[in-house]
């Protein structure tokens, strides 16, 4: 087998011929007989494709290059992604914080007022019983119940 086939087969083709002979000699001789079966001609215009060092690099060095910038684009999201929680938890804490202030002083205002009104109301059932005004007429005048014009008396 093998040296015969490329020293006879002579012109342009020659290698690609020889490559072929092989091929099918290995198939006969039972050598990776199933392999070749299935991936002969796979193997042929891998054997028949011309090494180039330079292309080869170039390709290399491409595919490195691909690589290396999708890591990049995966390493920079995360980053990002990372920076970017950080930066919009510190703004929702300030704003929250600016927006719990705004609603705690509302409701401290309302607060307060009902605080003011109930006194008020307390200084005017209390100024009505000095004068001994009847519980009804205070209810209806103070809008305070029974119960806590009874508590001024005491």
Known sequence: MGSENIENAGGINAIEISIEKAVNECIEDNILKEF?????????????VEWNWDDAKRIWKEEATEEGREEGLTA????????????????????????????GRKEGRKEG??????????E????MLLKNKPIDEIIEFTGLTENEIANIKK
Not at 36 to 48: A, D, P, Q
Not at 113 to 122: D, I, N, P
Not at 124 to 127: G, H, L, R, T
């Open 76 to 103: 920079g999201r995360k980053e990002g992604l990372t920076a970017g929680r950080k930066e919009g938890l510190k703004e929702g804490r300030k704003e929250g914080r600016k927006e719990g202030r705004k609603e």
């Open 36 to 48: 070749l079966l299935l991936h002969g001609s796979e193997v042929i215009n891998m054997l028949n």
């Open 113 to 122: 007022r009902k605080e003011g009104e109930l006194k008020k109301a307390m």
């Open 124 to 127: 005017m059932a209390e100024k």
